[in-house]
């Protein structure tokens, strides 16, 4: 009963881990909804994920060969250019990985692109897809999101007896981790709206997240160009480009204000003189 329970809080600490890039596509992503069903789209979004990412998990754990075993027609080579074996899995992480940066990238540029700040503002208040559209967004990638997160569960779960009990275990830590993606996604959206500067750091940490994905993807693909293995990101490193990124943000935020602060006191001093 005891190793059941820190099974599940491991679990929890995992899902809670996993699913931070999670929440922060949720928050941006509800952006695009009309301001006025934005909460509702997160909420609604997040329930539906979490009744998905249950029926996933019995999926995954009826089939799981199925995703692991590289299909025998997406196997092979190119002149010995590159080598590939996808299997089920690696072409979920790859697209979603690929869908990601694609999205990261228009946004990003969406924001140097556009010359009237007040324009975007404008269409950001007025929404640029239908809620229904982004909730079907925010529930597909959460799958997305999840599919590796579910793979860790049930490979930690792995050494308890009974399936019944491994995958009550499972869908317990999946729920709690639901809610409190629930609980937290309404906060970390009322962050970024009042501090517009972060939006451009939580973009880049997507593009990250991207990048992890589709290394992850080719390396579950086997994929080797001229011979050399595509070797994924590690969490460790991940984390640490990310710590970076923040600290980055910050100085230069706080630099920023200093050089502004220095430029109005010399304004002052000309007009005085």
Same mark, same amino acid.
Request: some cysteine.
């Given at each position: 009963?005891?190793?059941?329970?820190?099974?599940? /809080?491991?679990?929890?600490?995992?899902?809670a881990v996993l699913?931070? !890039?999670?929440?922060?596509?949720?928050?941006?992503?509800?952006?695009?909804?009309?301001?006025?069903?934005?909460?509702?789209?997160?909420?609604?979004?997040?329930?539906?994920? #979490?009744?998905?990412?249950?029926?996933?998990?019995?999926?995954?754990?009826?089939? +799981?060969?199925?995703?692991?075993?590289?299909?025998? &027609? @997406?196997?092979?080579?190119?002149?010995?250019?590159? !080598?590939?074996?996808?299997?089920?899995?690696? /072409? +979920?992480?790859?697209?979603?990985?690929?869908?990601?940066?694609?999205? $990261?990238?228009?946004?990003?540029?969406?924001? +140097?692109?556009?010359? !009237?700040?007040?324009?975007?503002?404008?269409?950001?208040?007025?929404?640029?897809?239908?809620?229904?559209?982004?909730?079907?967004? #925010?529930?597909?990638?959460?799958?997305?999101?999840?599919?590796?997160?579910? *793979?860790?569960?049930?490979? *930690?779960?792995?050494d308890i007896e009974?399936?019944?009990?491994? &995958?009550?275990?499972?869908?317990?830590?999946?729920?709690?981790?639901?809610?409190?993606?629930?609980? *937290?996604?309404?906060?970390?959206?009322?962050?970024?709206?009042?501090?517009?500067?972060?939006?451009?750091?939580?973009? &880049?940490? /997507?593009?990250?997240?991207?990048?992890?994905?589709?290394?992850?993807?080719?390396?579950? $693909?086997?994929?080797?160009?001229?011979?050399?293995?595509?070797?994924?990101?590690?969490?460790?490193?991940?984390?640490?480009?990310?710590?970076?990124?923040?600290?980055?943000?910050?100085?230069?935020?706080?630099?920023?204000?200093? /050089? @502004?602060?220095?430029?109005?006191?010399?304004?002052n001093k000309k007009?005085?003189?």
């Amino acid at each position: 009963m005891l190793e059941n329970i820190f099974t599940l /809080l491991m679990l929890i600490m995992l899902q809670a881990v996993l699913g931070f !890039d999670n929440l922060l596509y949720i928050s941006l992503e509800s952006k695009k909804a009309p301001k006025d069903s934005q909460k509702r789209v997160r909420k609604v979004g997040i329930l539906i994920a #979490i009744a998905l990412r249950i029926v996933l998990l019995f999926v995954l754990v009826s089939i +799981i060969g199925f995703f692991k075993e590289p299909f025998s &027609f @997406l196997t092979g080579s190119v002149e010995n250019v590159v !080598d590939f074996a996808f299997n089920g899995h690696s /072409l +979920i992480v790859l697209a979603g990985g690929g869908f990601i940066i694609y999205t $990261a990238i228009k946004e990003i540029w969406h924001m +140097i692109g556009t010359p !009237d700040i007040h324009e975007t503002l404008e269409k950001e208040t007025k929404g640029f897809k239908s809620a229904n559209a982004v909730v079907v967004s #925010i529930v597909i990638m959460n799958l997305v999101f999840s599919f590796d997160s579910i *793979l860790a569960a049930i490979g *930690l779960t792995s050494d308890i007896e009974s399936s019944t009990t491994a &995958f009550i275990i499972m869908a317990i830590a999946i729920v709690c981790s639901g809610l409190l993606m629930l609980l *937290l996604a309404d906060r970390i959206s009322t962050f970024l709206s009042k501090n517009r500067m972060y939006e451009v750091l939580g973009l &880049f940490i /997507l593009f990250i997240v991207g990048i992890m994905l589709v290394t992850e993807g080719g390396h579950l $693909a086997h994929i080797k160009f001229f011979g050399n293995e595509i070797t994924p990101m590690s969490n460790t490193t991940f984390y640490f480009v990310i710590a970076v990124l923040v600290i980055v943000d910050i100085v230069q935020g706080r630099y920023q204000k200093k /050089l @502004l602060v220095e430029k109005a006191s010399v304004e002052n001093k000309k007009e005085e003189n």
